[in-house]
């Protein structure tokens, strides 16, 4: 049977057809779409996470009882996931358990352009790298079965455009939901250093013989050409574009490599060449492994010279930053590609806001009081942007209340300046920690948290503090501003941030407060909510054009010579601009 599915939807059908039954995960941008296929399967229970490294353990704790288990991510989710991940190499699996991670070459959705691949060398975890849908529904396939072979968790590693690319799928048949005995094993499972020392070993020995990759995890494309290629993932489509006619050799398990079938294809060649995106993690191997070869070239380096041998000249053919594309890649090898017609001019469309976004407003005051921000990962973050500019810093998810209790250790004078930003779902993800550890340590920290309800950013999934799991019945809806008084911060106020002037009052009793305050401003993302109302309408005898209600950056009020202008097919009618209007110029329908 053939079908038509987007990397992600392959990868969640292979798990399901592999007997995979249950997946954890935490969504991010590119990977969020596969747990969420998965629930889509019968008999498949699918779980949001608190956050990524929760995610792991639940799918460790699932295979270790003896169910093969899956657990998705993106790669900045992978560092969360990281104490688990190196550990579980170590004392390995009952039933199969697959971790798929999802780079963002080119920072689509992402604040870095992590290269995954040495964690799977640093953790000593295998590593299959799809290059289309099809090799993602059979790689997680394969991949299960070779975590319970070799004793091991396997990685999968995407890119954005495997994820998100759609491509023909052949599948075979369902494979019955696969379940292992438990079996007690301390000397296994519990990793105290006397037991570690002696699993060590096995991690090794279990490494060097998965060397020998199976066949269907590399392919040899033949040609009578000198210069041969070595890729992986989606630059092997970008090197056939390119360069039908050049010999490559195709890597699916890019860790640990098959060096004896990469040194038996380069032997017949004069020049080898690396084209693989990010960092230079297949050229570094195969220089240290004796296999001379061009790449990233890291000149400079005594280590690649020598390594090298001269044979780059020095040159790098591709960038360390970035996606690859075809006539990059042409260029590199120093072949004809057709130039691609020049775009039609389209208008920029920065990202901003929705119309009627709850955010605005909070920023809107936190402007007026002339705040700095530590800033967090979410929708939110998007008011670091003009026109609003109201974040000083963002670093990572949860991050933005620990960087608060920091700003007030080493300036407690300027701390009465700032506040620290977060949503919902990373407070629930990683800023509970931040707030205890502040609230500990007798901080003056200020958090101020936009509980739009629900995970904005990668598309409105549940969290602890919704309720909404993804399949099933409705759990528990966590309440923030009780979490917090259970954690003894000594303030904490609620409040709508529609409501400007209440906002701005209740932000200014918690920036008088004693000690850790906590400032829960509750609106729902207008995503999840709006109806269709009639738009505000302006007045224009009353309207004297000062542009005040222009000054939040709301998409559906355009600047004109006469006066703003609402755009009825965005405006949510959020009233915002009706509360700015000094002359009562702009009428709300709420």
């Not at 200014?508 to 999840?528: F, I, W």
Request: net charge negative.
């Amino acid at each position: 049977m053939s079908q038509l599915l987007i990397g992600n939807a392959a990868l969640a059908l292979g798990a399901y057809h592999a007997g995979c039954h249950i997946v954890s995960s935490y969504p991010g941008t590119p990977s969020t779409e596969i747990t969420q296929f998965c629930a889509k399967h019968e008999g498949f229970y699918a779980e949001w996470a608190a956050n990524e490294k929760v995610a792991l353990e639940v799918a460790y704790g699932a295979a270790v009882a003896g169910g093969r288990a899956l657990c998705c991510m993106k790669h900045v989710g992978l560092n969360v996931a990281a104490d688990p991940l190196f550990t579980s190499s170590y004392t390995g699996i009952r039933a199969g358990l697959v971790i798929v991670v999802a780079d963002d070459p080119g920072m689509h959705s992402s604040q870095n352009e992590q290269d995954s691949r040495y964690y799977a060398r640093s953790a000593q975890i295998p590593m299959l790298e799809p290059a289309d849908s099809q090799e993602a529904y059979d790689f997680i396939r394969q991949a299960f079965d070779l975590s319970e072979q070799y004793d091991t968790p396997i990685l999968i590693r995407l890119t954005t455009r495997i994820a998100h690319g759609s491509g023909l799928v052949n599948t075979t048949e369902q494979v019955q939901s696969l379940t292992r005995n438990y079996k007690k094993d301390a000397a296994k499972y519990v990793m105290m250093p006397a037991q570690a020392r002696g699993r060590h070993p096995i991690v090794l020995a279990r490494m060097e013989s998965l060397r020998h990759a199976p066949p269907e995890l590399w392919k040899i494309d033949e040609s009578q050409g000198k210069t041969g290629i070595i890729t992986a993932g989606v630059d092997y489509q970008y090197v056939k574009e390119a360069a039908p006619d050049f010999p490559v050799f195709k890597v699916g398990m890019v860790y640990p490599l098959p060096l004896e079938e990469i040194r038996a294809f380069a032997a017949g060649l004069d020049r080898l060449v690396i084209i693989e995106s990010l960092e230079p993690f297949i050229e570094e191997a195969l220089l240290a492994a004796g296999i001379y070869c061009q790449g990233k070239c890291l000149t400079g380096n005594d280590w690649h010279d020598n390594a090298c041998n001269g044979i780059c000249n020095g040159v790098a053919l591709t960038p360390r930053c970035g996606e690859l594309s075809a006539p990059l890649i042409a260029k590199a090898l120093g072949v004809d590609f057709p130039a691609a017609p020049s775009p039609a001019a389209v208008p920029v469309r920065p990202p901003v806001l929705c119309a009627g976004c709850p955010h605005r407003a909070a920023y809107h005051v936190i402007n007026k009081l002339k705040l700095h921000v530590a800033g967090d990962i979410g929708c939110y973050t998007l008011g670091s942007l003009a026109p609003l500019n109201a974040m000083d810093t963002c670093l990572c998810m949860g991050g933005s209340a620990s960087m608060g209790h920091g700003i007030f250790l080493a300036n407690p004078e300027l701390a009465k300046s700032w506040i620290s930003v977060i949503g919902d779902s990373t407070f629930f993800h990683s800023g509970m920690t931040g707030l205890a550890s502040a609230v500990y340590n007798n901080s003056q920290l200020k958090l101020v948290v936009l509980d739009n309800r629900t995970t904005g950013m990668t598309g409105h999934q549940g969290h602890p503090g919704t309720g909404e799991r993804m399949v099933g019945e409705r759990g528990p809806a966590l309440d923030i501003a009780q979490i917090a008084r259970a954690m003894q911060v000594p303030t904490v106020i609620e409040t709508d941030p529609g409501d400007i002037k209440g906002f701005e009052a209740a932000l200014k009793q918690c920036l008088a407060a004693d000690g850790v305050a906590v400032l829960v401003a509750r609106a729902p993302c207008l995503m999840l909510t709006r109806e269709r109302k009639p738009a505000v309408t302006i007045d224009r005898a009353k309207c004297r054009n000062c542009g005040l209600c222009l000054k939040p950056g709301c998409p559906a009020l355009e600047k004109t010579p006469e006066g703003p202008r609402v755009n009825a097919s965005l405006c949510a009618d959020c009233g915002l601009c009706a509360q700015l209007c000094p002359f009562d110029a702009i009428s709300s329908n709420n």
